[in-house]
T-cell receptor, first 112, second 115 residues
Framework: QKEVEQNSGPLSVPEGAIASLNCTYS??????FFWYRQYSGKSPELIMF????GDKEDGRFTAQLNKASQYVSLLIRDSQPSDSATYLC????????????FGTGTQLKVEL | DADVTQTPRNRITKTGKRIMLECSQT?????MYWYRQDPGLGLRLIYY???????NKGEISDGYSVSRQAQAKFSLSLESAIPNQTALYFC??????????????FGDGTRLSIL
């Protein structure tokens, strides 16, 4: 079992729709969760982070965390073609300092 | 100017050559990291350093070495490059702040091809 799992996609959504990206993790002691966006050939860019169970909203983005079920998700409302990218989920393991374990990413395509 | 700068941005070299990738940062962060990214495998940690005197191996350190010359500089070396080290390499930094809650910030990457 991978430590951090994501569906590789591609996930295709029409412009204006809600995109839902999911991530599961195996270490129950994980404390911090991060979502990065990566355009092809570019560096990962931090979008959101979440530490507590529940929802956290930032503009069009909402991160959701459920530690009991060991999943974290990212919702993108009013999806735009510019949101087309690969989204990486990263988890900071308990006692791991600042070391992150990354999922392999979900490719999102927003279609006109 | 970028907060985390990697040089070179692209490099093509031959098997057996020694290569150094450099990373410098102006964010004032103590913690620095080197990752490689391969299609389908995601980002994998090579080495990390929590301060100048603290260097640690990541999950795939074989064939690599690092040097933390100063708080702001962290270099990655491939002593004798081999083709399966062809990848996109990223340097990242994070603050010490609230420990595990600090996000990492990435440089623009170095695309390395070994023939």
């Amino acid at each position: 079992q991978k430590e951090v799992e994501q569906n590789s996609g591609p996930l295709s959504v029409p412009e204006g729709a809600i995109a839902s990206l999911n991530c599961t993790y195996s270490d129950r002691g994980s404390q911090s969760f991060f979502w990065y966006r990566q355009y092809s050939g570019k560096s990962p860019e931090l979008i959101m982070f979440i530490y507590s169970n529940g929802d956290k909203e930032d503009g069009r983005f909402t991160a959701q965390l459920n530690k009991a079920s060991q999943y974290v998700s990212l919702l993108i409302r009013d999806s735009q073609p510019s949101d087309s990218a690969t989204y990486l989920c990263a988890v900071n393991r308990a006692g791991g300092g600042n070391k992150l374990t990354f999922g392999t990413g979900t490719q999102l395509k927003v279609e006109l | 100017d970028a907060d985390v700068t990697q040089t070179p941005r692209n490099r093509i070299t031959k098997t057996g050559k020694r290569i150094m990738l450099e990373c410098s940062q102006t964010k004032g962060h103590d913690r620095m990291y080197w990752y490689r990214q391969d299609p389908g495998l995601g980002l994998r940690l090579i080495y990390y350093s929590f301060d100048v005197k603290d260097i640690n191996k990541g999950e795939i350190s074989d064939g690599y070495s690092v040097s933390r010359q100063a708080q702001a500089k962290f270099s990655l070396s491939l002593e004798s490059a081999i083709p399966n080290q062809t990848a996109l390499y990223f340097c990242a930094t994070s603050g010490q702040g609230t420990g595990e809650r600090q996000p990492q910030h990435f440089g623009d990457g170095t695309r390395l091809s070994i023939l």
